[in-house]
């Protein structure tokens, strides 16, 4: 960012925080319309406020920001309309996308759609009540699969890149990240296998099967790996707690 930045009464989500010397914090937040913003909450850890308690993930919060340069103050902060009621482990995968947002979302830009997206796994999320394993994996994965295309990092998921047919649901796949699915494997490049079935499924947003969410959880993890630049402390957390990992 260059120049003087004022947003009023923005809508946003709190990403992370942490503490910024006596009683302030420096705070990250997606803003639907803006991307991630970083700013410095002054004060907010004096007792006598009552911003400090507001800063919590996983609820709407209306704010407002001022300043020059990539670390902007926070000037304005209320609870808004919207909340995701979240536990155990459906809280812990709400803070694995947390993550994955705090690295991935560009800086002053619109991401609206990423925003509506976020606002739907939530919501998928918070109501597994029953906690089981199938229903906040398909979250998970609906939401990796998204925020690729979002960022502009879509994966081919319809045709063979050296051949250029369809893909065949009864057929597997060598799967090259830089250019999609292949009957022939290339020897100098790093592939993965995966079932033409899954490839479909995942084209269609469909997560119903155990092995078509086995197998994309595989991949696309190694295509977000390529863009993070270091491994995701919600992952080990999570592996820690429960025994594997959430993504």
């Not at 946003?12 to 909450?41: E, P, R, T, W």
């Not at 991949?219 to 992952?235: C, F």
């Amino acid at each position: 960012m260059s120049g003087r930045i004022k947003l009023d009464n923005k809508s946003a989500v709190l990403l992370h925080h942490h503490n910024y010397q006596d009683n302030s914090l420096i705070v990250h937040f997606f803003v639907q319309d803006v991307g991630k913003i970083s700013a410095v909450a002054r004060g907010v850890k004096n007792s006598r406020k009552s911003r400090y308690a507001l800063l919590q993930p996983f609820q709407q919060l209306i704010i407002s920001l001022s300043g020059k340069g990539d670390l902007l103050t926070l000037t304005h902060i209320e609870s808004g309309a919207q909340s995701w009621p979240l536990k155990g482990k459906s809280l812990y995968c709400a803070y694995y996308i947390n993550e994955l947002l705090l690295h991935l979302l560009p800086t002053q830009n619109d991401c609206s759609a990423i925003f509506s997206l976020y606002d739907e796994v939530l919501k998928l999320l918070s109501q597994n009540t029953a906690q089981e394993t199938m229903h906040y994996e398909i979250p998970l994965r609906l939401f990796e699969l998204k925020i690729l295309e979002f960022l502009g990092y879509g994966l081919n998921l319809t045709h063979d890149y050296q051949s250029g047919e369809k893909v065949a649901a009864d057929k597997s796949y060598f799967y090259q990240l830089d250019s999609g699915p292949s009957l022939l494997k290339n020897n100098q490049l790093q592939n993965i296998i995966i079932s033409g079935q899954t490839l479909i499924a995942l084209s269609r947003n469909q997560f119903n099967e155990q092995k078509t969410l086995q197998e994309c959880k595989q991949l696309l993890k190694w295509a977000l790996s390529r863009h993070l630049d270091k491994p995701l402390k919600s992952r080990e957390l999570f592996k820690q707690l429960y025994g594997r990992k959430s993504s």
